[in-house]
């Protein structure tokens, strides 16, 4: 059955608007999910820090381009299957170079890559270059839950680790990370035991905490709310009940939260053990 280039032209003009929906329309939906993951989630979770925006964009740009790129090529290769075929085309061209074809499959693809080059590596930048910060938290990785220390608050410390009691299911810490909104944030990584990784989507920070090394990474939240994450390096049999819970706050009730912690964290009887935590395999 033949079809025409006009139907041809429909069809792909149909499937590159869906294709365009599909990757732009995923930023509308993550927002029903702020900070932790949905159901079914197929997209990006809702931004809720500078870096995770342009994360978000970047995602989208892509995906816009790979699919334009895909229809292109699809569209070529229906053109020389129904142009070009033994029965439309019985004497074949004698044609075997084509300067200007050939200048044109070069230089496009290196535009191309130039103009995915340019805003990644701004985003690298961006990602890795920490801005004055407002408070810095040591985040320590253990087997199997964090330690969050203030060294700009008092200097106290506390264990964060699962609490099967509480929402969302494997994401509920006894006690979260507390921050201000709307302020930049220095992380410092590091791990006690093995490389653990803390993560957390919605800041779009993602970062290595390796024994006897200080990395360090930043976010500044954009939203109060409770924000999850995990470790994202496998550590060991419990590595899939080591969540991260930052709880983003405003000032004043970061400021209250700060006075209590120094006495509810002064005498250091939190927990020590991840066997505290729960749930063994």
């Given at each position: 059955m033949k079809m025409s280039m006009g139907r041809v032209g429909r069809h792909l003009l149909g499937l590159a608007v869906a294709g365009l929906t599909l990757a732009t329309g995923g930023a509308a939906f993550a927002e029903t999910e702020l900070g932790q993951p949905a159901p079914w989630e197929w997209h990006l979770q809702g931004s809720a820090s500078p870096v995770m925006d342009n994360i978000v964009w970047f995602h989208n740009f892509l995906s816009v381009l790979i699919i334009l790129i895909t229809l292109f090529v699809l569209a070529l290769l229906v053109i020389v299957v129904m142009k070009?075929?033994?029965?439309?085309?019985?004497?074949?061209?004698?044609?075997?170079?084509?300067?200007?074809?050939?200048?044109?499959?070069?230089?496009?693809?290196?535009?191309?890559?130039?103009g995915i080059a340019v805003p990644s590596f701004r985003l690298l930048f961006l990602e890795l270059d920490v801005p004055k910060a407002d408070l810095t938290v040591k985040a320590t990785g253990k087997q199997w839950y964090w330690?969050?220390?203030?060294?700009?608050?008092?200097?106290?410390?506390?264990?964060?680790?699962?609490?099967?009691?509480?929402?969302?299911?494997?994401?509920?810490?006894?006690?979260?990370?507390?921050?201000?909104?709307?302020?930049?944030?220095?992380?410092?990584?590091?791990?006690?035991?093995?490389?653990h990784a803390f993560a957390l989507p919605a800041f779009g920070v993602k970062i290595d905490a390796i024994p006897g090394r200080l990395n360090e990474t930043w976010f500044k939240a954009t939203k109060t709310g409770m924000f999850y994450g995990q470790c994202s390096e496998l550590c060991g049999k419990d590595h899939a009940f080591m969540p991260i819970a930052i709880r983003v706050v405003n000032d004043q009730e970061f400021a209250s939260w700060v006075e209590s912690a120094k006495k509810k964290f002064a005498s250091g009887g939190t927990s020590t053990f991840a066997s505290a935590a729960g749930p063994t395999q």
């Open positions: 070009f075929n033994a029965k439309a085309n019985p004497v074949p061209s004698r044609t075997t170079h084509n300067t200007l074809i050939e200048v044109v499959w070069t230089l496009v693809p290196v535009l191309i890559l130039v330690s969050y220390a203030y060294p700009d608050n008092g200097k106290f410390e506390f264990d964060s680790l699962l609490a099967q009691d509480k929402q969302p299911r494997l994401l509920g810490v006894d006690n979260e990370m507390v921050v201000p909104v709307n302020k930049v944030i220095r992380v410092q990584v590091t791990g006690a035991d093995v490389i």
